[in-house]
């Protein structure tokens, strides 16, 4: 099998895995000025980036409601003790 490697900002790689060796292209090098990606090329990196990005935002969301929730928590926590004090003579 052939394998595809992209790296992304942050450290994160991806390995991909593509056509059996024998039935894929030569070498290429992708980074020559006059080399344009194949199409299948092209829809690895991009399910590769999709991937990435969905997950990324699968952390962000989490990350905004455990935020959410403990700000929640801190105004209830000073909700009852602004209570009491009104409370206390």
């Given at each position: 099998m052939?394998?595809?490697a992209v790296?992304?900002?942050g450290?994160?790689?991806?390995?991909?895995?593509?056509a059996p060796?024998?039935?894929?292209?030569?070498f290429?090098d992708?980074m020559?000025p006059?080399?344009?990606p194949?199409?299948?090329?092209l829809?690895?990196?991009m399910?590769?980036?999709?991937?990435?990005?969905i997950?990324?935002?699968?952390?962000?969301?989490?990350?905004?409601?455990?935020?959410?929730?403990?700000?929640?928590?801190?105004a209830?926590?000073?909700r009852?003790?602004?209570d009491?004090?009104?409370?206390e003579p």
């Open positions: 052939r394998r595809l790296v992304v900002p450290g994160t790689t991806l390995v991909i895995m593509s060796e024998d039935t894929a292209p030569p290429r992708l020559a006059d080399t344009e194949t199409d299948e090329e829809e690895l990196v399910k590769a980036a999709r991937d990435i990005a997950k990324r935002r699968e952390l962000s969301d989490a990350w905004i409601a455990a935020r959410l929730e403990e700000a929640t928590r801190l209830r926590e000073h009852v003790l602004r009491r004090k009104d409370r």
